[in-house]
């Protein structure tokens, strides 16, 4: 054991830096995109704040399409893309790009989902008070849906966890690459087992840091 561990100990560890460098990049700039898009969504619905028919039928066809496309498909399409974008289209900072185009449009519906669940009557005090749709947005909607969008964040990290596996088929690096090289081609089931006990770790802890995280913040177990 000790010997394995020896041998392949650096390999695993940058295989796992890669993977979580994968994850919460594309994590980050899946909601700086998804997020807008969410609150947009919730925005101009028929019972929003601000509603518009045109925006959000095109805001929801568009996230709805983009939800619709298998990630193995996304990833090959968007090569031109990547190699605009980051100038190579193999490696873990390239695999961000079709990561980030991939967990948008989720991130968009979650952000939808959060903000519909605030009390409209909170909302509507807003109103009341002369707070602005912007105010509203930013200080009342987003505040009170914080442990949603936690635990929206933690299930959009742990699903691009297993999205950075199978981009790791493409030459993207991480674990799920050293998984397909070594424990597939190689037929090494040893590091294939190893490589899924550490994302099943990794998970874990996300999940449980975030869990936590969302429950102190959250008002209503106060």
């Not at 019972?47 to 568009?62: M, R």
Request: charged share 15%.
């Amino acid at each position: 054991m000790m010997e394995f561990f020896m041998e392949y100990k650096d390999m695993l560890f940058e295989g796992s830096y890669e993977t979580l460098l994968m994850t919460f990049a594309s994590t980050i700039f899946a909601y700086i995109i998804g997020l807008p898009l969410g609150v947009t969504m919730v925005i101009t619905d028929a019972h929003g704040i601000n509603p518009n028919k045109t925006i959000n039928t095109v805001l929801g066809t568009i996230i709805n399409i983009g939800r619709s496309i298998p990630f193995v498909i996304l990833i090959v399409a968007v090569i031109p893309l990547t190699r605009f974008i980051v100038g190579k289209a193999i490696g873990p900072v390239a695999a961000i790009v079709p990561l980030t185009i991939a967990a948008a449009p989720f991130v968009a519906r979650m952000v939808e989902t959060a903000l519909q669940e605030v009390d409209p009557g909170v909302v509507e005090a807003a109103k009341t008070m002369g707070a602005t749709n912007a105010q509203i947005a930013l200080k009342v909607l987003l505040p009170e849906a914080v442990p949603s969008l936690i635990r929206g964040f933690s299930i959009t990290t742990i699903t691009l966890i297993g999205y950075s596996a199978m981009a790791g088929a493409f030459g993207a690096g991480g674990l799920g690459d050293i998984a397909i090289r070594y424990g597939h081609h190689r037929y090494q089931a040893d590091i294939m087992w190893v490589t899924v006990v550490l994302i099943v770790v990794i998970v874990q802890a996300i999940q449980m840091c975030f869990e936590l995280a969302a429950k102190k913040i959250d008002k209503r177990n106060k």
